[in-house]
């Protein structure tokens, strides 16, 4: 028995083999070798000892923007101190450089390092309204240039090449930036006009940025290269020309202008891309039945149907408890500030009126000393509809007095410095703001019932 122990423990113990544990990834090929180790032949576009790290291919090698191109970043740490260094060629004068905020709308803190008329504005908002430092120096297009931007606290400062410093500081007690939003490189795609109020501009970066240098850390303008980069879109090397990807919509044509493009657009197109129907109700925007309105090439108007509301009334009322509220003169509803409305509005509104007095609607604010504001209201059986630029007030009136207690259908629309009153469908009554201003600033909510 002793002796068939002993020969069972002299038979050679069978080797380990590691790739039974299959240490290669994504598909890759694992060949055992002496002393239960391994090599991986990974498979195409992946690198590492297990194949684990995908080989992305630099498509550029300094980037290029062409007014629609952007790339997305992580939000920037810049809590107490920011500093961020930029080389750069544009090929305009107007163009956004860089954006992060603390909420995706515009409202609170905020900070964009933009072109505006061919100077560096470096601008950021701690809570007390923006400091906006700008270079003294204008850029020369087609020519590198180093900008270089710092925060501490309230302070900042701008440098634009060899020229001096400019220096700003916040007013206000606070000295924390506070961002939560991702941060974009060469344009912002959003809908809020708030953004581009913030920035200074509203158009893309167009040209190449050879450098950009957040805190310590040189970041590389390409997806998946570099861990603060989560996106790209549209960003080529800066040796090709931009009509060669095709930058102009709607089947239009690019027509290279040196280092610049211009978009021939097909017929019902406009704007630098083609990208703006002459006519928006041509897209159909409004759903369920409704009637679109356009006002110009920009901006329109959904009339929804009865139990549905929203832009292009694709809201549907469901609570059917409240349908038609009823006021005191006292009571009111708060609406979220109106958007969109700096260069056309309209609002229509029925009503039947109890007392030939009242406010039916009304948004406004004071900014800088001036009133800018628009009401609805009865006086003495009248309607008025009073709208104000930061100048004079404008005052429209009905020419026949409001009929109590029957129901009526009251228009007002504004499109630069002019005014439109309707009721019914009486004649129409025009107005004309005799201030240079031509932008209705409502920041402020809408009132309908009363002011509280």
Do not use: W
């Given at each position: 028995m002793e002796e068939e122990l002993k020969k069972e423990d002299s038979r050679p113990t069978k080797e380990f083999r590691a790739c039974s544990s299959a240490p290669c990834f994504h598909l890759s090929t694992c060949i055992d070798l002496p002393g239960a180790t391994f090599t991986c032949i990974c498979s195409e576009n992946y690198t590492g000892p297990s194949c684990e790290t995908e080989i992305v291919l630099k498509q550029y090698e300094t980037p290029s923007f062409s007014g629609r191109s952007y790339a997305i970043l992580k939000t920037i740490e810049a809590y107490n101190k920011l500093i961020i260094e930029m080389e750069l060629k544009s090929y305009a004068y107007d163009g956004i450089l860089l954006y992060n905020a603390e909420n995706e709308d515009g409202t609170g803190d905020f900070v964009s390092l933009s072109l505006v008329n061919g100077f560096v504005e470096f601008k950021y908002n701690l809570g007390h309204g923006p400091v906006i430092m700008?270079?003294?120096?204008?850029?020369?297009?087609?020519?590198?240039?180093?900008?270089?931007?710092?925060?501490?606290?309230?302070?900042?400062?701008?440098?634009?090449?060899?020229?001096?410093?400019?220096?700003?500081?916040?007013?206000?007690?606070?000295?924390?930036?506070?961002?939560?939003?991702?941060?974009?490189?060469?344009?912002?795609?959003?809908?809020?006009?708030?953004?581009?109020?913030?920035?200074?501009?509203?158009?893309?970066?167009?040209?190449?940025?050879?450098?950009?240098?957040?805190?310590?850390?040189?970041?590389?303008?390409?997806?998946?290269?570099?861990?603060?980069?989560?996106?790209?879109?549209?960003?080529?090397?800066?040796?090709?020309?931009?009509?060669?990807?095709?930058?102009?919509?709607?089947?239009?044509?690019?027509?290279?202008?040196?280092?610049?493009?211009?978009?021939?657009?097909?017929?019902?197109?406009?704007?630098?891309?083609?990208?703006?129907?002459?006519?928006?109700?041509?897209?159909?925007?409004?759903?369920?039945?409704?009637?679109?309105?356009?006002?110009?090439?920009?901006?329109?108007?959904?009339?929804?149907?009865?139990?549905?509301?929203?832009?292009?009334?694709?809201?549907?009322?469901?609570?059917?408890?409240?349908?038609?509220?009823?006021?005191?003169?006292?009571?009111?509803?708060?609406?979220?500030?109106?958007?969109?409305?700096?260069?056309?509005?309209?609002?229509?509104?029925?009503?039947?009126?109890?007392?030939?007095?009242?406010?039916?609607?009304?948004?406004?604010?004071?900014?800088?000393?001036?009133?800018?504001?628009?009401?609805?209201?009865?006086?003495?059986?009248?309607?008025?509809?009073?709208?104000?630029?930061?100048?004079?007030?404008?005052?429209?009136?009905?020419?026949?007095p409001i009929v109590i207690r029957k129901w009526h259908k009251a228009r007002i629309s504004g499109k630069g410095k002019e005014g439109i009153l309707q009721v019914d469908n009486s004649t129409i009554v025009f107005g004309y703001s005799d201030t240079p201003i031509r932008d209705f600033v409502l920041d402020s909510p809408l009132y309908v019932g009363s002011f509280p």
């Open positions: 700008r270079s003294l120096d204008k850029i020369e297009l087609g020519k590198f240039h180093r900008i270089a931007v710092k925060r501490y606290n309230r302070d900042g400062l701008l440098k634009l090449d060899d020229a001096d410093d400019v220096a700003a500081q916040a007013s206000g007690s606070t000295k924390a930036l506070d961002l939560k939003t991702d941060t974009f490189i060469g344009y912002v795609p959003t809908n809020y006009t708030r953004v581009f109020e913030n920035m200074g501009t509203d158009k893309g970066f167009e040209g190449c940025i050879k450098k950009l240098k957040i805190g310590r850390e040189e970041i590389e303008l390409h997806a998946f290269r570099h861990e603060m980069v989560l996106e790209t879109k549209d960003i080529h090397d800066c040796s090709q020309h931009a009509c060669d990807h095709s930058p102009c919509l709607n089947q239009a044509k690019c027509v290279p202008m040196d280092d610049l493009f211009r978009c021939e657009c097909a017929p019902q197109f406009s704007g630098k891309f083609c990208d703006k129907l002459d006519d928006p109700c041509m897209s159909n925007p409004c759903a369920f039945g409704a009637i679109c309105k356009a006002f110009d090439q920009e901006s329109y108007a959904c009339q929804c149907q009865p139990g549905r509301a929203g832009k292009r009334c694709e809201i549907e009322y469901k609570n059917d408890k409240v349908v038609i509220p009823e006021f005191n003169g006292r009571s009111f509803i708060r609406f979220p500030p109106m958007e969109g409305i700096e260069k056309t509005f309209s609002i229509e509104v029925s009503f039947m009126p109890k007392a030939p007095n009242g406010l039916i609607l009304y948004s406004g604010q004071m900014k800088n000393g001036l009133s800018n504001f628009i009401s609805l209201n009865l006086a003495h059986g009248y309607l008025q509809f009073r709208f104000s630029l930061g100048g004079g007030t404008v005052d429209l009136m009905t020419l026949d």
